[in-house]
């Protein structure tokens, strides 16, 4: 009696589905829906930190889980920021206005320094917006809270992978420079896909060294 061999042409482990344009759009929406959450949240101004910790958190659990969390999670989560980001919230801003403040200045000509100056702020103004983003998603990988030791921890990482950082800072320069162009009620959702680039940049990471 012979033996009956398997067929050979079964692969062993069934293919992945393959995500379709419905699935694109479904996570299009998503993530324009979290840009608005977030804009929401961030109205009071000093709750920006916050807002952007939980929404950081909640792609977190999306690229883990495959899933976003429920409302409950993401609200306790946002009470849980409120303490220390309203002082994230206020420093980042005071920040924010002087380098603004020190941009304008040198392409008004009222400081003197001319084209050099304004091309070497503008380069420590995206080094500092990719900073801040990474910062962003260092903080959401602890559930949206952590400030302290994610701006530490970023700060030792950087210098370490440049191109992480490079790639980080285009991200948040084309945000803001798309959100000087586009209608403003387009803004929230340019903030949702930013967060998510940010997110996948910092996924690319190689290794760090032990």
Avoid: K
């Avoid at 344009?21 to 009071?44: H, I, K, N, Q, Y």
Wanted: charged fraction near 15%.
């Amino acid at each position: 009696m012979t033996a009956v061999s398997a067929p050979t042409d079964v692969p062993a482990h069934p293919a992945p589905a393959r995500a379709d344009w419905r699935d694109t759009l479904r996570e299009a929406s998503d993530l324009a829906l979290l840009g608005f959450a977030v804009a929401a949240a961030a109205l009071p101004v000093l709750t920006l930190a916050p807002a952007v910790a939980t929404a950081s958190a909640a792609l977190h659990d999306r690229s883990v889980t495959g899933s976003w969390p429920d409302a409950r999670t993401s609200l306790s989560r946002f009470g849980r920021a409120l303490p220390a980001g309203l002082a994230v919230s206020a420093a980042a801003l005071a920040a924010a206005a002087v380098l603004a403040a020190d941009l304008l200045a040198l392409a008004g000509g009222r400081v003197p320094g001319g084209g050099p100056a304004l091309a070497l702020t503008a380069v420590v103004v995206a080094a500092l917006l990719g900073y801040a983003g990474l910062v962003a998603v260092a903080v959401g990988r602890t559930g949206g809270r952590g400030w302290r030791a994610a701006a530490r921890r970023v700060a030792r990482a950087c210098p370490r992978r440049p191109a992480v950082w490079a790639a980080a800072s285009g991200v948040c320069v084309l945000a803001v420079l798309l959100a000087v162009l586009v209608t403003p009620v387009a803004v929230p959702i340019l903030g949702g896909y930013a967060l998510a680039a940010l997110h996948a940049v910092d996924a690319r990471r190689p290794p760090e060294p032990s």
